[in-house]
């Protein structure tokens, strides 16, 4: 049974850091992609960033390009989303997500966009708030 536990989320000021975790089980991770998600209130759910589990290749999308770094500790079996120099506009629920079809992997490839249809696992996700 795949289950996926997003943490580390909470309040921070603009400029400031937070790093998101997501402990995954019930699964190989070499064979999975693993995305982070994000929504504001009000807003459609955006792909932030993914890992594929099959050579570690990364995408992020250009609102955080720069700024988020996504790794993995296979040993662990997480996947930590950095973010670093946080906007207000990065205000929103995180949730991770694991695709296993390798549709993920070919987009990460050709450099996105993500598409959440692709994940049929997901966190509970965290929210994240960048005060101003």
């Known amino acids: 049974d795949v289950q996926l536990q997003a943490s580390g989320g909470g309040l921070v000021q603009a400029g400031g850091s937070l790093r998101l975790s997501c402990a995954a089980s019930g699964f190989t991770f070499d064979d999975y992609a693993i995305g982070w998600f994000r929504q504001a209130p009000g807003k459609e759910r955006e792909g932030v960033s993914c890992i594929t589990g099959s050579d570690g290749s990364t995408y992020y999308a250009d609102s955080v390009k720069g700024r988020f770094t996504i790794s993995s500790d296979n040993g662990k079996n997480t996947v930590y989303l950095q973010m670093n120099s946080l906007k207000p506009e990065d205000t929103a629920v995180y949730y991770c997500?694991?695709?296993?079809?390798?549709?993920?992997?070919?987009?990460?490839?050709?450099?996105?966009?993500?598409?959440?249809?692709?994940?049929?696992?997901w966190g509970q996700g965290t929210l994240v708030t960048v005060s101003s």
């Open positions: 997500a694991a695709d296993p079809s390798g549709s993920s992997d070919d987009r990460v490839r050709l450099g996105g966009p993500l598409t959440d249809h692709d994940f049929g696992s």
